[in-house]
């Protein structure tokens, strides 16, 4: 009978069993005992449990089996399971870090959540993480927050750029209706801007001198010309921070919609998620850009400048 020597113990005396022990087993039991304890009792010293629940079985082995290297990786985006060789995710394009030769990390997606934590409305986390697909280690505790009656964060990106954020994540109604709001309140500083163009400046250093100068000619600049200025600087930036305090419940509400809705159709799931979520960079970028640019043109297009 085989022997996991160092781990066994005789079963007289209580010393460990060695390789270079003689060692008797009970004929009946097979406990493992010293040759010489075995003789000097003349029976086995378990032979009171003979028969019984408590008598004498082999100690399972500890050893564990050392895992077989798996040939394949996980996407820590979208969970797909492809070849540890290959460049990319075939799913989603991601790059396999792994196949770079670059050192392994691990981020938590899921920013801490369970991935069957209701978010609201039976949507779980692990849906809305499908859905959001982009920066969900940071929406995703968000989102539980919210659930419980917080609705304020800070969201810089909404903050700095409320259009092409919420173009961005495919909130393209009211992205396009913030732009236009922001471009509008551009405009309202255009006269102001082509008023002070026409002042001799070129000899100022520094903003408190440009000030001073703007301060001596109020009268030719015209009072509400400024104050069309200052109205839509200010609600420019009261547009700023209000979606850069509640972009992020604003974007909750439509990713618990979207998914309710998408859970209750007909739709591929997987591709209705891609679909209606993610992120789309090239809009965001391009209402960004657009806000910026255009109320320079629409100037020009008017004749504001000439």
């Known amino acids: 009978m085989s022997l996991d020597y160092g781990k066994e113990k005789c079963a007289i005396c209580g010393a460990y069993l060695f390789e270079d022990d003689d060692v008797a087993h009970c004929p009946e039991c097979g406990a493992p005992h010293h040759r010489e304890c075995y003789l000097s009792l003349g029976h086995c010293g378990l032979a009171e449990f003979h028969g019984t629940e408590n008598q004498y079985k082999k100690p399972e082995s500890t050893t564990q089996k050392e895992p077989e290297a798996e040939d394949v990786v996980f996407c820590g985006r979208c969970g797909e399971k492809y070849k540890k060789d290959a460049p990319a995710c075939p799913k989603c394009n991601t790059p396999n870090m792994l196949s770079m030769g670059s050192r392994a990390f691990t981020i938590d997606l899921m920013g801490g959540v369970p991935e069957d934590t209701d978010l609201g409305n039976g949507v779980t986390a692990k849906e809305a ?41 495919k909130m393209y109604i009211l992205g396009a209706i913030i732009g236009a709001i922001q471009v509008a ?40 010309v400024i104050v069309l200025a200052l109205v839509g600087g200010l609600l420019a930036i009261l547009l700023s921070v209000l979606f850069g305090v509640f972009g992020d419940y604003i974007y909750r509400n439509k990713v618990i919609s979207n998914v309710s809705e998408i859970k209750k159709s007909d739709l591929d799931q997987e591709l209705a998620f891609r679909k209606k979520g993610g992120v789309n960079f090239f809009i965001g970028v391009l209402g960004y850009f657009l806000v910026g640019e255009l109320p320079t043109i629409l100037a020009y297009t008017l004749g504001m400048f000439s």
């Open 129 to 169: 993480k499908q859905f959001v697909a982009g920066n969900t280690h940071r929406y995703l505790p968000k989102f539980l927050k919210f659930k419980y009656g917080k609705k304020a964060s800070w969201n810089w990106l909404a903050f700095l750029t409320p259009c092409g954020w919420l173009l961005s994540r």
């Open 185 to 224: 309140l551009t405009m309202l500083s255009i006269p102001f801007t082509v008023a002070v163009n026409q002042l001799d400046l070129s000899e100022t250093k520094g903003y408190f001198q440009v000030a001073n100068i703007i301060r001596e000619n109020i009268s030719t600049i015209g009072v509400p």
